[in-house]
């Protein structure tokens, strides 16, 4: 749907169910997976570090938190969360803004490539999850220099 819009300029068929769907897939999908991934998070959070809460027969006995055993977990939510955070934030500070008395024709650019933002974290999320396995970034760090020496002799050569 969204090359048939990028190349007519308009949705094809045009008619209103498309357009719900259209926006049905656009916002409300989006939408549920920040929600999900939210609520995931929280869930994760409770189940490694509050796991007394579930398997002792004591209400909200807190404990000592083993942060040193969850290091990676941590890490890795953390990352996950600044990407998430940092690539959708943007485009709710333009409307923001608008409402409380800029003109209406502020940021309507960047707004543009702010609303693209977001479709990144879906592109980036791998890359954040997979920078936890110090050997696999060494791997990928060795291959990719392998790469840019090849074409760097190409060049010379």
Request: include cysteine.
């Amino acid at each position: 749907m969204y090359l048939v819009f990028f190349h007519f300029g308009t949705i094809l068929p045009t008619i209103p169910i498309m357009c719900r769907i259209w926006w049905l897939i656009d916002y409300g999908f989006y939408c549920g997976q920040i929600i999900l991934m939210s609520w995931l998070a929280i869930e994760r959070h409770i189940l490694i570090f509050y796991d007394q809460w579930i398997s002792n027969r004591r209400p909200w006995n807190v404990g000592i938190h083993r942060w040193s055993k969850q290091r990676r977990m941590i890490i890795q939510l953390t990352l996950v969360s600044a990407l998430d955070v940092s690539l959708n934030t943007p485009i709710f500070f333009i409307p923001l803004l608008r409402r409380f008395g800029l003109p209406s024709d502020f940021g309507i650019q960047p707004e543009l490539y702010f609303f693209y933002f977001g479709y990144f974290v879906v592109f980036l999320f791998p890359f954040a999850s997979l920078c936890q396995y110090p050997d696999l970034r060494r791997t990928l760090k060795r291959k990719l220099c392998l790469v840019c020496e090849r074409s760097h002799r190409k060049v010379l050569a």
